[in-house]
């Protein structure tokens, strides 16, 4: 048994484990339970108070399986409603305020979990000295049904409260709250430009990792269409008998005909559901609002050479750099004709034909944890040393922007290639 480790935080005491040179703090509570009457609504903090065991990981967001499990693999976790919790990786809960790396998972808004296996914060923590926090936030139609009359984007809230809880909390965890990063991939990514464009952040820099910028959002009007369709597909006339649904029931709505037809109809290469452009929450015009979010702090964007290669239906030639190359470059142009640093990366490295350099490959060696990753088929035929190079090259990269803010190669209109 690992030897636990304690934070002491103003609510109270949070016990963790070491593990090696690493200290982990698992399902730490940011906001309340989203259940019952609190389903459908944005989050509000978490109120424990006394002695917290964090001693086990806990659930994930309620989800269906992941459509890139043909490419990364999959992974088991229990799933709950209440899953609103972070993970904290930290060399020591000590008052050192070494910075701080948020990470918001991918998987379309739909899919993944903060601290499942495969982002594993422990390697970077210690590589780089840094804490690490990788939260949960509400997936699907629980974080992102945007029905008349109700709140849209519950997903990005729960992103907000989570990085206002390091504001309030990391430096019992050894953190800095004033030098903080965020590091998002695909949905995560994006989700940063939706934090940003609500003004100013609550963090230094970011991390964009095949951002879907170019995917835009839904209007609060095709939100509110799709929302009625998937209501009735679930069983409900409205947000307030849904909340009274099975979470399966939720779940088993999003493969309903009518709901598929409509995603179909649409046509647009998104998820069912994801941010929404109501006028609230995020703004109404995305495009100024996206390029004026690029300025806010300094940045590296990147995506990956065969991004469409991860997904498992045909698309069409140059795809892939349309919804995740070109927005990035674009992200970075913008970001420094505003007077911004920023840097702009392209990942390379294909391990095998069938995937190349597709979408997600470049996870495993930012995050370490390539023995987590063994049975993703988009990493069969990669070779130990090159493994072993790809771990050293991204994880300096990213440790130099985390803690100097300078990944090491020149800024925009450079650009890195990891091949």
């Not at 290669?309 to 992200?331: I, Q």
């Amino acid at each position: 048994m690992s030897p636990t480790v304690r934070a002491t935080m103003p609510q109270g005491t949070v016990t963790g484990l070491r593990e090696a040179a690493c200290c982990r703090f698992s399902a730490i509570p940011y906001a309340q339970a989203p259940v019952a009457e609190l389903r459908f609504k944005p989050p509000l903090p978490a109120t424990w108070k006394g002695e917290l065991d964090a001693t086990r990981p806990g659930p994930v967001a309620p989800q269906l399986p992941s459509r890139l499990r043909g490419a990364m693999g999959d992974f088991a976790a229990p799933q709950s409603e209440d899953c609103l919790h972070l993970t904290v990786w930290t060399p020591a809960p000590d008052r050192a305020r070494r910075p701080v790396l948020v990470w918001l998972h991918g998987g379309a808004w739909q899919s993944g979990g903060g601290a499942v296996d495969w982002y594993d914060g422990a390697r970077l923590a210690v590589r780089g000295d840094i804490v690490v926090v990788a939260p949960n936030y509400r997936l699907a139609g629980l974080g992102w049904l945007a029905p008349e009359g109700g709140t849209a984007n519950l997903g990005i809230l729960d992103q907000e409260l989570a990085l206002d809880w390091v504001a309030r909390h990391i430096e019992a965890f050894g953190g800095d709250p004033d030098r903080v990063t965020v590091m998002g991939q695909s949905a995560g990514g994006m989700s940063i430009a939706n934090l940003l464009m609500r003004g100013q952040p609550k963090f230094q820099r970011a991390v964009l990792q095949s951002a879907s910028l170019g995917r835009g959002m839904r209007s609060a009007a095709q939100a509110a269409e799709i929302a009625r369709i998937f209501l009735r597909a679930a069983g409900a006339h409205n947000v307030e008998e849904a909340r009274r649904l099975p979470v399966a029931a939720l779940l088993e709505a999003q493969k309903a005909p009518d709901v598929l037809a409509w995603l179909a109809a649409e046509n647009a290469h998104r998820a069912l559901f994801g941010p929404v452009a109501d006028g609230e929450v995020l703004p109404a015009d995305e495009q100024a609002a996206l390029k004026r979010a690029s300025g806010r702090v300094d940045s590296v964007a990147g995506y990956t050479a065969d991004e469409m290669n991860a997904f498992p239906t045909p698309s069409a030639p140059g795809l892939g750099d349309e919804v995740f190359g070109a927005p990035a470059r674009r992200w970075a142009a913008d970001a420094a004709a505003q007077g911004r640093r920023a840097w702009s990366f392209r990942f390379d490295h294909a391990p095998n034909e069938r995937f190349g350099a597709c979408h997600c490959i470049e996870l495993p060696f930012v995050f370490g944890t390539v023995e987590a990753f063994k049975d993703a088929p988009m990493l069969q035929g990669l070779r130990p040393e090159e493994a072993v190079r790809l771990v050293t090259e991204m994880q300096q990269a990213w440790i130099g922007f985390i803690r100097d803010g300078d990944p090491g190669w020149p800024e925009w209109p450079q650009q890195k290639v990891f091949a």
